[in-house]
Every structure is written in structure tokens, then in C-alpha cells.
Nanobody, 124 residues
Framework: QVQLVESGGGLVQAGGSLRLSCAASGRSFSLYRMGWFRQAPGKEREFVAHINASGRSTNYADFVKGRFTISRDNAKNTVYLQMNSLKPEDTAVYYC?????????????????WGQGTQVTVSS
């Protein structure tokens, strides 16, 4: 069982930056693959980024490549999402999620555990 709590969201102007954090509690955080998803009003939840258990492998949605960076600190049981060059279309609730397994998944249904989300609003 893993409990996830996101933080770091807020209001930022276009072109600005935010760093989201997701603190995990429970057993064996370092064994879980982690992902960030987002959901804008009236839209489906969409994949943003994935990181493997060791932190050495990452994957991104095309629309955030070069702007967002996912990382993790297993000693602190925390995964991060550094978001730079933010755009108004990045406005959404951002969720972190976790699953155990050997494959890279971008589908939300594959993730076992979810945080409550943190709001990111980018003004133009």
C-alpha cells in the first residue's frame, strides 16, 4: 500500500515555472514506478511523465518534452515534476500515481495508487 500526497501547485504566469512534489508513505517506495498525470476541466485525465523505480529512465508526453522534467529521490520517498516555460494550456489538476511492474505504462488504468491532486493554473 502506498499513500501519495502532492504539493507545489499554484498560480503562475505564462513562461514561468513550478515544481510539484509527491510525497509517498508506505512500504517500498523505491520498488514502484511513478507517473504524473493531469486533468483539465471537461477533459480526460492524460499522461504527462513516467519514471522507473531507480530513476534512471524517464518518459514524457510529446506536449511537455523539453519543458517538464520528472525525477525522484528514493531516500526521501518523493517524486518531482519540474515544469518550465508553462503555457495556459498546462492549466489542470496534476496527479501523481504509482504502480509496481516491469513495463512502462502511460494509461491511467495501469496505475494502482493515486494522490488527491494539486491545482496548477497558468495565466496568459
Amino acid at each position: 500500500q502506498v499513500q501519495l500526497v502532492e504539493s507545489g501547485g499554484g498560480l503562475v504566469q505564462a513562461g514561468g515555472s513550478l515544481r510539484l512534489s509527491c510525497a509517498a508513505s508506505g512500504r517500498s517506495f523505491s520498488l514502484y514506478r511513478m507517473g504524473w498525470f493531469r486533468q483539465a476541466p471537461g477533459k480526460e485525465r492524460e499522461f504527462v511523465a513516467h519514471i522507473n523505480a531507480s530513476g534512471r529512465s524517464t518518459n514524457y508526453a510529446d506536449f511537455v518534452k523539453g519543458r517538464f522534467t520528472i525525477s525522484r529521490d528514493n531516500a526521501k520517498n518523493t517524486v518531482y515534476l519540474q515544469m518550465n516555460s508553462l503555457k495556459p494550456e498546462d492549466t489542470a489538476v496534476y496527479y501523481c500515481a504509482a504502480y509496481s511492474g516491469g513495463y512502462i505504462y502511460t494509461e491511467a488504468r495501469r496505475y494502482e495508487y493515486w494522490g488527491q491532486g494539486t491545482q496548477v493554473t497558468v495565466s496568459s
